[in-house]
């Protein structure tokens, strides 16, 4: 069975600042899909980024972009000019391609921005 | 409606009751996902949803826990005799098949259930 890590539970970031979440993962599939997840204050969680598993290059929106290491079933999430609005729980996840729709999260990282 | 709408917001309950908590999807999504949150925890993966297709309940911690889909629309999520352990937030998501290979999911804000 999949699994997804979140080791940080907690970041803080300097306002203007840039932080990386750190996420892994385990699989022995070779497609697969990854996201990034945010959840702020009022629980509904929003979409930030995906990354397909066939995609070497890494996927970027605006000011988040991701570091992908398939070898390493690694993921993380880089916040460039982190602004107070970023702050929020943090999840990674994981779905598979063939297996139906159901996404694999991780336990989230709490991310607070420090003005 | 323009969002996945899901009530009740918050329930409290005693030990040993039945709770039942409703997710509205938005119009034309044809998955419906339930996901759980505890306290601290990721999203717990509980039961999906797809068009007419038997669903996936390969996450329902026990059978005190079941979940319809009516209509193909509106969803109940019920947990007879509840737990203490049964305190969680309750997302329910939805999507469409053409965008669900890409897993973008749109979420409503949880029901929140305490269990006293």
């Known amino acids: 069975a999949q699994t997804v890590t979140q080791s940080q539970p907690e970041m803080s970031v300097q306002e203007a600042e840039t932080v990386t979440l750190s996420c892994t993962y385990d699989?022995?599939?070779?497609?697969?899909?990854l996201f990034w997840y945010k959840q702020p204050p009022s629980r509904q969680m929003i979409l930030v980024i995906r990354?397909?598993?066939?995609?070497?290059q890494n996927a970027t929106e605006n000011r988040f972009s991701v570091n992908f290491q398939k070898a390493a079933k690694s993921f993380s999430l880089k916040i460039s000019d982190s602004q107070l609005g970023d702050a929020a729980m943090y999840f990674c996840?994981?779905?598979?391609?063939?297996?139906?729709?159901?996404?694999?999260f991780g336990q989230g990282t709490e991310l607070s921005v420090k003005p | 409606g323009a969002g996945v709408s899901q009530s009740p917001s918050n329930k409290v309950t005693e030990k040993g009751k039945d709770v039942e908590l409703r997710c509205d999807p938005i119009?034309?999504?044809?998955?419906l996902y339930w996901y759980r949150q505890s306290l601290g925890q990721g999203l717990e993966f509980l039961i999906y949803f797809q068009g007419n297709s038997a669903p996936d309940k390969s996450g329902l911690p026990s059978d005190r826990f079941s979940a319809e889909r009516t209509g193909g629309s509106v969803s109940t999520l019920t947990i007879q005799r509840t737990q203490q352990e049964d305190s969680a937030v309750y997302l329910c998501?939805?999507?469409?098949?053409?965008?669900?290979?890409?897993?973008?999911?749109?979420f409503g804000e949880g029901s929140r259930l305490t269990v006293l």
């Open positions: 119009s034309g999504h044809t998955a």
């Open positions: 996840a994981y779905r598979s391609y063939n297996q139906g729709g159901k996404l694999i």
């Open positions: 699989t022995s599939e070779s497609d697969y899909y």
């Open positions: 990354q397909e598993a066939y995609k070497q």
């Open positions: 998501a939805s999507t469409t098949i053409g965008v669900i290979r890409t897993g973008e999911l749109f």
